[in-house]
């Protein structure tokens, strides 16, 4: 699968093995990456894991051992993109058999380093969330990954989704006053500014969040755009909220979704992550 009208040389392409979210072509799009081409593929002495409250996918070295997912070619610097992204993982070398002629192609793939992941706290490893396990089996299904890996993705267990009487919520704290998009705007995290967004009728202050968030909700809030959904809804994509570009796009339903999310990851563990309510401020939602 070639991508029209881009050109690039050899010496600035690298080959990228996928294995989670990078697997679905929505979620290349979402993360402002390109595939130049695309490949059903299988990745030697490697076993697949997942890791974390969530259940990220992770590839961990074994020799003898392999499984399937899409290889990528892309530019340098869509990778330094994507290093970003995968914030918590290393990108070691390792080498894929191409379905159509068996050749075998060098490429890196991204592997779990426990150091990068202390920013994010310490937990219990999951099986992969019904969100995540959904949109890898959709990708490897798009790109035509073989159907008996697809069949053992859709064999695993999963965490199921919460029902909206399960999701959590942040306190708000008594006297919490009614606040405006300019208060939101004045938020943007520069010199001694605090860090504003908003979220499911609240608006919230951003504490310890990693540089490669920060970087995106910045450019959210440079664009006028100040909306946890949608960024978040952009980075970790879910078929059943749709592709999200703006707070219109947003529904009441994937509001309390976010909110569910953001208090999972202020609660982790010696996580650096802080999120506080400091206001209240009227939205609207597609619904």
């Not at 072509?25 to 979402?30: C, D, G, L, M, Y």
């Not at 590839?59 to 290889?71: D, I, Q, R, T």
Request: aromatic share 10%; glycine share 8%.
């Amino acid at each position: 699968m070639t991508m029209n009208g881009r050109s690039t040389e050899e010496e600035d392409i690298v080959w990228y093995f996928a294995i989670g979210s990078m697997c679905n072509p929505i979620s290349i799009t979402n993360r402002e990456l390109h595939a130049i081409e695309s490949f059903p593929a299988e990745v030697v002495d490697h076993e697949l894991h997942f890791f974390g409250f969530s259940g990220v996918a992770g590839a961990v070295a074994k020799e003898g051992k392999s499984f399937h997912g899409v290889l990528h070619k892309m530019t340098k610097d869509d990778k330094i993109k994507l290093d970003k992204i995968e914030m918590g993982y290393d990108a070691d070398p390792c080498k894929c058999k191409l379905y159509d002629d068996g050749s075998e192609q060098d490429a890196v793939i991204y592997v779990m380093n426990p150091e990068k992941l202390k920013n994010f706290g310490k937990t219990e490893d999951k099986p992969p969330t019904e969100r995540y396990i959904t949109i890898i089996i959709e990708g490897c299904e798009y790109y035509g990954v073989k159907k008996e890996y697809v069949d053992w993705l859709k064999s695993l267990e999963f965490q199921k989704r919460k029902v909206p009487s399960e999701f959590d919520k942040f306190v708000i704290p008594e006297g919490t006053p009614t606040m405006t998009d300019t208060d939101v705007e004045v938020g943007d995290g520069k010199d001694d500014n605090p860090l504003y967004t908003t979220c499911n009728g609240k608006v919230l202050k951003h504490e310890g969040f990693p540089d490669m968030m920060l970087e995106k909700i910045l450019s959210n809030k440079a664009r006028g755009i100040h909306s946890f959904e949608v960024w978040i809804n952009a980075m970790l994509y879910d078929p059943t909220f749709g592709i999200i570009k703006s707070p219109g796009d947003v529904s009441k339903l994937c509001a309390a979704s976010t909110e569910d999310q953001i208090v999972r990851w202020s609660n982790l563990p010696q996580s650096k992550m802080k999120t506080t309510v400091v206001g209240l401020i009227d939205l609207t939602y597609k619904d």
